[in-house]
């Protein structure tokens, strides 16, 4: 069954440090999104990707976040001058469809900013 | 936006036992997901059931979009069943994000 590969799983950085996480979707996929987790909360969306930017974003994903797709198989997630309350585990997923015929996700990246 | 809200909270139960867990859901849905993360953190895609009722060995599921609710029966539960299990609904098409529910915490004990 297809995946999505998120890499690293987990990545520990300094405050105020920038970090890219990394995602492969779905090679046939459509639609890329960015979901956070703060430890034992639900999880958020942040981002939604398509046609080679953006399509939706939540109230979350301000100017420090941006995302990318440089190649035909990478969709990143960067974070600027990370804050404590960055940490979190930050999930990848895709969607083969406009219609939602439901979405995959990632393993997750695991941030914690020290 | 939609409001997504899932029962019990927390849920304690013997090996054996049979769960159902309850998500309602405050508008029209296009989609509906439930998800189980396991203790690795991991989201693990359960069903995808916008409407209907789905089986998957021990799990099954059944969506009523007119009366807006979702349930996910468990049977003969395994301590391999903890976790926290999540739904999650989206009103619009592809690039609408899901909106998560807060879950529920399953735990199986032995």
């Known amino acids: 069954e297809p995946e999505v590969t998120q890499t690293p799983s987990h990545q520990v950085t300094q405050m105020g440090q920038e970090v890219i996480l990394r995602c492969v979707p779905i090679s046939n996929h459509l639609y890329f999104y960015w979901y956070r987790q703060i430890l034992g909360q639900k999880v958020e969306f942040l981002v939604s990707f398509y046609n080679n930017e953006i399509s939706e974003k939540s109230e979350i994903f301000d100017d420090q976040f941006s995302v990318e797709r440089p190649d035909g198989s990478n969709f990143t997630l960067k974070i600027r001058s990370t804050k404590l309350e960055d940490s979190a585990m930050y999930f990848c997923?895709?969607?083969?469809?406009?219609?939602?015929?439901?979405?995959?996700f990632g393993s997750g990246t695991r941030l914690t900013v020290v | 936006g939609i409001q997504v809200e899932q029962s019990p909270p927390d849920l304690i139960l013997q090996e054996g036992a049979n769960s159902t867990l309850r998500c309602n859901f405050s508008?029209?849905?296009?989609?509906l997901q439930w998800f189980h993360q396991n203790p690795w953190g991991q989201l693990i895609n359960l069903f995808y059931i916008p409407s209907g009722t789905k089986q998957n060995g021990r799990l099954s599921a059944t969506t009523v979009a007119t009366e807006r609710y979702s349930l996910l029966y468990i049977s003969s539960s395994q301590t391999t069943d903890s976790g926290v299990y999540f739904c999650?609904?989206?009103?619009?098409?592809?690039?609408?994000?899901?909106?998560f529910g807060k879950g529920t915490h399953l735990i199986i004990q032995p």
């Open positions: 997923a895709s969607s083969g469809s406009i219609f939602n015929y439901g979405y995959t």
């Open positions: 508008d029209s849905v296009n989609n």
């Open positions: 999650a609904v989206v009103r619009g098409g592809g690039a609408d994000g899901l909106t």
